[in-house]
């Protein structure tokens, strides 16, 4: 096992990786970016190392001043969290030349799944079935007509690169698809440097599911239980529970199951992937799913899992690269009850989710007994939310015997949570939670733009853009 590792990333998840370190006895680095020197991650780790300016760009995803700060302070590896540098395939070779351990997938896998088109071909040649969609990019407008009268609309247009939704559009029509073509080309080229675009059959109130895959290097591949991702907005995950109500309240649900499982193992193995990975799938009103994308790193919502199976996976990837087996409790988990998270965000549901960085001057979660309670957060009182990175405060993530039970108490810490004086999306969640939908497990990924539509409509407002 190592002994010291540097974590390239910020906020809630330098923490939470630092903590498991801490347990294990591995020293930690964290580096942050020149407003960032009194964070929560920077304090909690044992080295800190400032790396750049306040833009992104400059800090935390400049990968000669994170190899630097690495080999400077003598760690062995280097954990890349969630998102920034966690699926770029250069700073994993980068590591690696520099003489350290990348926690995470290869290189080649991380390069193979951060383009979807590839990676719905590994699917199909699995024999997991895809949407209905092109297989190559889009060259230009012609072709995306052409395209879309062949697979039918409503059409999606996707990012060939990157994730988290950024930039997809729906075309409901052939006069609407040349703005959508335009508008997610140029998000994609912005956020991705990549401006590739592919389409898929746009499925109607679809169920958005996710499988959690580990993998050691000696061929052992399990699946750790599902999660169900489908209250989102601007196609972002607010809210994540396991199990999954498409399948907890379907009477085929546990064959379903079964296959996803099966599906997800199926694209693990073809490609020799190691470390965690998650399957995404989306399952449609007749209950046929599809694979969607595959994501080389831990998840945000990867706390939902550690709750129904008693698992820590950010251990479980550190065993991993550290070339150990799977351990017998991993391979032999039963995931049990059930586990849902909220993410609390300083932003403004009412207009737009239009996001409200701040101080938090107080800031307070109810005690609740060990196991029945997470909170996963970044900041501490005097903390800055600030507009150069994601608004994220908090994830709060309850369990209980019954999902019923594991709702109520999510709802309860809400209700008691303090965190002032920022605006955050708390309200808008308890509103989620308290949905007669949502209480039946049937909702889908347009549940949250419905439920603005009836709160304006209550109000004789315009909806907002979700």
Sequence with gaps: MFEKILIANRGEIAVRIARTCERLGIATVAVYSEVEQDSLHAQTCDESVCIGPARVSESYLNQAAIIEAAKKTGAQAIHPGYGL????????????????????????????FGDKIRARAVAVQTGVRVTPGTDTPI???????AEADRIGYPILVKAAAGGGGIGMQIAEDDESLEKALETCRSRARSAFGDDRVYLERYLERPRHIEVQVVADKHGNYVALGERECSVQRRHQKIVEESPAPALFFNARGEEKRVALFDAALRIAREVGYHSTGTAEFIMDTQGRFYFMEW???LQVEHVVTEMCTGLDLVEIQLRIAAGE??????????????????????????????????????????????????????????????????????KVVTFGATRHQAVLTLDRVLAETEIEPLITNIEFLRRVLAHDSFRAGEYDTDFTERLMAERAEAANEPAPAT
């Design 139 to 145: 060259a230009d407008l012609t072709e995306a007509r």
């Design 325 to 394: 087996e799977l351990a017998n409790n991993v391979l032999r988990a039963e995931p049990r009850g059930h586990a849902i998270e909220a993410r609390i965000y300083a932003e403004e549901p009412d207009k737009g989710f239009l996001p409200r960085p701040g101080e938090v001057k107080t800031l307070r979660f109810p005690p609740l007994a060990p196991g029945t309670l997470r909170i996963e957060t970044g900041i501490a009182p005097g903390s800055k939310v600030t507009s150069h990175y994601d608004p994220l405060v908090a």
């Design 85 to 112: 540098l966690s699926e770029n395939a250069s700073f994993v070779r980068a590591v690696e030349a520099a003489g350290l351990v990348f926690i995470g997938p290869t290189a080649d896998a991380i390069e193979l």
């Design 295 to 297: 994501n080389p790193r």
